[in-house]
T-cell receptor, first 111, second 116 residues
Framework: GQQLNQSPQSMFIQEGEDVSMNCTSS?????WLWYKQDPGEGPVLLIA?????ELTSNGRLTAQFGITRKDSFLNISASIPSDVGIYFC???????????FGPGTRLSVLP | GAVVSQHPSWVICKSGTSVKIECRSL??????MFWYRQFPKQSLMLMAT?????????EQGVEKDKFLINHASLTLSTLTVTSAHPEDSSFYIC????????????FGPGTRLLVL
């Protein structure tokens, strides 16, 4: 079945630094989603991407739909302590299908 | 954005009792709802997928007689953990996918279950 890989699995960064993480698939996807989960909460949708090459921002967050359609990237600029959490990517091959979720990237921000 | 609620947010119960968790899509109609389980510091584990008015599809290894799912309407799905045991203690999260168009998937805030 479809599998998503997220890299890195975890990262520790200094407050103020920029963050990059990615998600790769063995299949071609037509939709990518990025979520953030705070401790003890459900994941919250950050950005949705629907076209290859699409670049979408949400505040300090920017996500891109890879042109190969097998990957997606999430960047966080000027990290702050509240960026701590788990970031999940999700994707799917076709409309109407279920989304497949990645294992998550755990982000820690050091003051 | 679309809102998904869960109730209760946390529950403590005695071993052997049954617990029902409700998941509602508040401002959209959800053709499909999903139930996940998450252990501490681990990823989301999909338990089952339910479509309104039909039986849920369970993932391999998930006992359908233990985790009863009902999706009676386009805005409500329930998960009942029957005869709960301590090993069922976990964080349960529901998610809902909307009708046609640019579909996406929204999550509820989760329900923490502790079985004593």
């Amino acid at each position: 079945g479809q599998q998503l890989n997220q890299s890195p699995q975890s990262m520790f960064i200094q407050e103020g630094e920029d963050v990059s993480m990615n998600c790769t698939s063995s299949s071609i996807f037509n939709t990518w989603l990025w979520y953030k989960q705070d401790p003890g909460e459900g994941p919250v949708l950050l950005i949705a991407l629907y076209k290859a090459g699409e670049l979408t921002s949400n505040g300090r967050l920017t996500a891109q739909f890879g042109i190969t359609r097998k990957d997606s990237f999430l960047n966080i600029s000027a990290s702050i302590p509240s960026d701590v959490g788990i970031y999940f990517c999700a994707g799917r091959e076709n409309y109407g299908q279920n989304f497949v979720f990645g294992p998550g990237t755990r982000l820690s921000v050091l003051p | 954005g679309a809102v998904v609620s869960q109730h209760p947010s946390w529950v403590i119960c005695k071993s052997g009792t049954s617990v029902k968790i409700e998941c509602r899509s508040l401002d959209f109609q959800a053709t499909t709802m999903f139930w996940y389980r998450q252990f501490p510091k681990q990823s989301l584990m999909l338990m089952a997928t339910s479509n309104e008015g039909s039986k849920a599809t369970y993932e391999q290894g998930v006992e359908k007689d233990k985790f009863l799912i009902n999706h009676a309407s386009l805005t409500l799905s329930t998960l009942t953990v029957t005869s709960a045991h301590p090993e069922d203690s976990s964080f349960y999260i529901c998610s809902a996918r909307g009708l046609a168009g640019y579909e996406t998937q929204y999550f509820g805030p989760g329900t923490r279950l502790l079985v004593l």
